[in-house]
């Protein structure tokens, strides 16, 4: 009878157990916290057992445990690898660090930030991040070149059906319209230069695709002349 009292007492005290519990030498004893270390085994009751807090901003435990020690906090200071901190060491998480301005890094959790890349002439399309490299605008051939050529070529009112069917906002077409009144070639460079912008080095093909699309062929053939001609007007390597 009184083991089986005691029995009870100790399940109910184990199920106390606010953060869970281990066994050791035949003993069930109470997990210490996180931020903790312990100190010392239970002895009467799984509670009994001692614990004590890490040193805050040197030390950490990061879940219940019944470790006798604590890990070390993070470091975002080594030499050359670009990190800084995010989220200091607490006695209960790590250090967070992340990449400096102008760096980024892969893997998680990272070691070392590598420089983000510099586009230069072709410009940015999508900006470096902690976690992504620099995205560079695609070089986009001669089409910028081109554009004066073809906008002659193509005319204002193939040109915003064109674009419309593809997708460009009214908006844009307006605002064209707007900045370059009665200037039906003006108006056609500028929507060229979009047509470029959303397309780039595919600014070309897909015009010409959208011209055949439009029953223009004789268009799409000049288009084609235009392009090829550009080509052929290349000058030639020095030959030694």
Same mark, same amino acid.
């Given at each position: ?6 029995? %009870? ?22 997990? $210490?916290?996180?931020?903790? &270390?312990? +100190?010392?085994e239970c002895e009467v009751n799984p509670e009994d057992r001692d614990c004590e807090f890490c040193e805050p901003g040197r030390t950490y435990n990061n879940k219940p445990n019944s ?9 975002? +200071? ?6 800084? #901190?995010?989220?200091? $060491? +607490? ?7 992340? =990449?400096?301005?102008?760096?980024? *890094? &892969? ?5 070392? *930030?590598?420089? $983000? ?6 410009? #940015?399309?999508?900006? =470096?991040? !902690?976690?992504?490299?620099? #995205? =560079? /605008? ?12 073809? @906008?002659?070529?193509?005319?204002? !009112? ?6 419309? @069917?593809?997708?460009?906002?009214? +908006? ?31 600014? @070309? %093909? ?6 055949? /699309? ?27």
């Amino acid at each position: 009878m009184i083991a089986t009292v005691w029995n %009870r007492a100790t399940a109910e005290q184990i199920n106390a157990c606010q953060d869970g519990n281990y066994t050791v030498n035949g003993k069930t004893c109470c997990l $210490c916290a996180a931020g903790q &270390l312990l +100190t010392k085994e239970c002895e009467v009751n799984p509670e009994d057992r001692d614990c004590e807090f890490c040193e805050p901003g040197r030390t950490y435990n990061n879940k219940p445990n019944s470790e006798t020690f604590c890990e070390q906090c993070t470091s975002c +200071t080594q030499p050359n690898a670009n990190l800084e #901190v995010k989220e200091e $060491c +607490t006695t209960a998480k790590d250090t967070a660090c992340r =990449c400096k301005q102008g760096y980024f *890094c &892969l893997s998680e959790p990272c070691i070392s *930030c590598n420089p $983000c890349n510099k586009c230069e002439e072709l410009g #940015v399309k999508n900006s =470096c991040t !902690g976690t992504k490299d620099t #995205v =560079c /605008k695609e070089r986009n051939g001669n089409f910028s070149k081109l554009i004066p050529d073809i @906008a002659s070529l193509v005319g204002w !009112g193939d040109m915003r059906n064109i674009a419309m @069917a593809d997708g460009f906002k009214k +908006t844009i077409l307006d605002n064209i319209q707007q900045n370059n009144p009665k200037q039906a070639e003006e108006q056609t460079i500028s929507l060229l230069t979009e047509w470029e912008e959303k397309h780039g080095r595919e600014a @070309a %093909r897909m015009l010409m695709k959208a011209l055949l /699309k439009n029953n223009k062929n004789s268009k799409a053939q000049a288009l084609q002349g235009i392009i090829r001609s550009d080509r052929s007007n290349k000058p030639a390597s020095a030959t030694p």
